[in-house]
């Protein structure tokens, strides 16, 4: 393994890319490139199509249509085992009846590498992932992540030109599988790693991102950093599925206002044109107390989740707000009177 070198790293690039099941159009023309370095998250919904486009990238699912690029060269015919990809599995996958040491040795035994280099490269791979002294030990003899971690090993030692993991810590509990995002997040770094990640899970495509793609229904809704994913969502779509939204639909009555189905009027900065059909997304830890754009109603649910209070608000005209602040003094009871207001920049126009 090339420690620190980005030399073995590629760019990935899918143009296109179709699949369909029967009925199901599993990727519906995917395209997308992950620059080299970069780690891509793939998040979206149960059956939106992200191991089948995982699969597509690394050969275990054939393309009806579109092409996978490793730095300029076509690969979509190319089978599994030459494409130099490593993959980490949901469920780990690694071989029950193989110690540590020969799980990850697996690999390089595949590729005809010499006793003498696998030893070397097995115990610089089991250092990274910070399991050396565990070479003996059987995959039932440890724990969940540290089976992860000896799969992620695995997916490592052969210097891939493409890391591909496919929602690898699903079955860990919150704590360990925030450790292992930053394990992955500091270990991708390091070795300057093209990586794509899958999940589901918002939060740590928040955490662990460069960039971060949304898919849906075998689509790619958005594909952009994360803090333009969250403030900037492109459609209902994404702003409902990252995070936590307040979204309502409207038409610019004039510049820098909406009205809301419903007749209610927002201050927002655009330049959206007067006449336009718009979404307006407002985050539920972007209101104040009071001041502009003023919402007044009834707590209608209240929640104290220690850093912060959670309200639901039921306003006069029938509109529901999700609010968060900071939790400060006494939690609103339900049935309290409460006005919060946004700034106009706090508001996302789509
Ligand atoms: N081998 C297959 N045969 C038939 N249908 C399939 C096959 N593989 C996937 N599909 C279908 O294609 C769609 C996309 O599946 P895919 O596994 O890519 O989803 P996913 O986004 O990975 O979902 P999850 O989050 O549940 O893992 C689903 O509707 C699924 O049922
Ligand atoms: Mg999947």
Redesign the pocket.
Known sequence: MASGGVEGSAELRIDGAAKRFGEVAALDGVSLQVARGELLTILGPSGSG??TLLKVVAGFEKPDAGSVKIDGVEITALPPARRDIGMVF?NYALFPHLTVERNVAFPLEMRNVTKAEIARRVAEALALVELAGYEQRLPRQLSGGQQQRVALARAIVFNPRLLLL??PFGALDRKLRETMQLEVRRLQRRLGLTTIF?THDQEEALVLSDRIAVMNKGTIQQIATTTEIYERPANDFVADFVGESNIFHGTMSGTGVVTLEGGRQLRVSTSAVPGKRVGVLMRPERFASGGINAFAGEVVESVYLGTSFKLRLACEDGLELLVRQPARGELPAPGARATFGIDPDAIHVF
């Open positions: 992200k191991t949901q496919d929602e899958i």
